[in-house]
């Protein structure tokens, strides 16, 4: 997820030749293509659903501004780019792959995830759940209007005249289960973190981190 996840497969980095399609993590979008990268989201735990016995996610949306493959051969490609579009986990289903068939053959060793608000939300991200304490459950949101970027590190090869798959999770339960609900402000719709509170500089930085590359041997 490593140096707005959506955090999302075990198995990550995978390579392919086009005799073997069935292998690819494709899962609802018909039949694949034979060629380029595909990049498959999960959630861990699960969403949406319970991090722990005290808090669930009943949702979390990012506003990617861009979602970045960076080949070493060659970097800044628009064939690897995709921008602007919501990456979100709700009742209505989890995120697609994405699908560059496009993408230059080469060895690929870091994505960029930067998400900011970019005229489809007014929040670079936005997580809903509740928190259970003393046996009373109280509704959250945590959302943030100032952009946030994160860099993955992932060794993945695509060679001529082959498919290559990799795998992102975005893992919510350390960065949202380090919140301290008892300090809060709250308001109609329940407790709130957004910005300028100060927990929300600790939330960040674990944000940030709970964006991961699946290992293979996972």
Not at 34 to 55: F, H, N, R, T
Not at 136 to 165: E, H, K, N
Not at 182 to 201: H, I, M, W
Request: aromatic share 8%; net charge negative.
């Amino acid at each position: 997820m490593r140096s707005i996840g959506v955090l999302l497969l075990v198995a990550a980095c995978q390579n392919g030749s086009p005799t073997a399609p069935d292998a690819l993590i494709v899962p609802d979008s018909g039949p694949p293509a034979k060629l380029g990268i595909y990049v498959a989201w999960s959630a861990k735990p699960s969403l949406p659903g319970a991090l722990d016995d005290k808090l669930t996610v009943s949702d979390a949306t990012f506003q990617l501004s861009q979602l970045e493959l960076i080949g070493d051969a060659e970097p800044g490609s628009e064939s690897t780019t995709r921008s602007k579009y919501l990456l979100a986990w709700n009742a209505q289903g989890t995120p697609k792959p994405e699908v560059f068939p496009e993408a230059p053959i080469g060895m690929y060793s870091k994505i960029t995830v930067s998400m900011a608000t970019v005229g489809l939300s007014d929040v670079a991200y936005e997580i809903h759940g509740t928190w259970r304490d003393g046996g009373v459950t109280y509704p959250f949101r945590i959302d943030d209007r100032l952009p946030l970027r994160t860099t993955l590190d992932c060794q993945q090869m695509l060679t001529a005249g082959s498919w290559a798959s990799i795998a992102i999770s975005v893992e919510l339960q350390d960065p949202i289960s380090h919140v301290d609900f008892k300090r809060l402000p709250s308001d109609a719709g329940g407790l709130f973190l957004s910005t300028g509170d100060l927990q929300l500089v600790d939330f960040r930085d674990r944000l940030a981190k709970a964006f991961n590359v699946n290992d293979s041997d996972d």
